[in-house]
């Protein structure tokens, strides 16, 4: 069994931190999605329910671990975890079976599950997306972080283009770092 792991954030969120409006995504920029790709080819995503559904589908390359609390949920290949410690213990059992594994778990979504697991998050993958929508009566949203316990670096700027809103990756690494 592999120990000591990394637990990252991958997120887009608009400049109020809203993520999507419950069922999806609320912006569709084709660029992030393959730094996603990039970000967590190899390894697992712990996601919620939700999140699972509004994708439809497991994401090749990568186990999808997903959140949730009814106990007879089940679908083709998905890991089911009822609670973060479970999550986590299948995370790690993934990554030691399977060849070319990368020894980091990523907190893949949506609101709940990054409120459940930011407090053992190492680091933050961010896009943040110049809009600020209200994401309507189920809006997710990116929990608000203290930035005393943060070092936040722009990775890089990109203008907005056409229908393309701007946005930054940014990356944020705790201060006092955490494993799981
Ligand atoms: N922009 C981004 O980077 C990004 C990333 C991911 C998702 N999203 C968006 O976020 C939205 C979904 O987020 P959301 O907050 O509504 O839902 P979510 O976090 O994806 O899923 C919530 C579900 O997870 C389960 N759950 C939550 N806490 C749990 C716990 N402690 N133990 C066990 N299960 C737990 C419950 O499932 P059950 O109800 O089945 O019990 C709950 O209903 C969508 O709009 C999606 O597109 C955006």
Request: glycine letters at 10%; proline letters at 4%; a negative charge.
């Amino acid at each position: 069994m592999t120990d000591r792991l990394e637990m990252v954030a991958v997120v887009a969120m608009a400049a109020n931190r809203v993520i999507g409006d419950g069922d999806g995504l609320i912006w569709h920029l084709p660029a992030d999605l393959k730094r996603v790709k990039a970000l967590t080819m190899g390894c697992p995503l712990i996601m919620g329910r939700r999140t699972w559904d509004s994708i439809g589908r497991a994401l090749p390359g990568r186990a999808s671990v997903v959140m949730t609390r009814d106990e007879s949920w089940s679908a083709e290949g998905a890991l089911r975890a009822s609670s973060l410690e479970e999550a986590i213990d299948l995370s790690r059992e993934w990554i030691s079976q399977t060849e070319g594994a990368r020894s980091e778990i990523i907190l893949f979504g949506g609101g709940e599950i990054y409120a459940a697991g930011m407090a053992v998050c190492s680091r933050i993958e961010a896009t943040i997306v110049d809009l600020t929508p209200d994401g309507g009566p189920k809006a997710a949203m990116f929990p608000a972080l203290n930035e005393a316990e943060w070092c936040r670096e722009v990775l890089e700027t990109v203008a907005a283009d056409g229908d393309v809103p701007g946005y930054r990756y940014e990356r944020l690494v705790r201060a006092t770092p955490v494993r799981v």
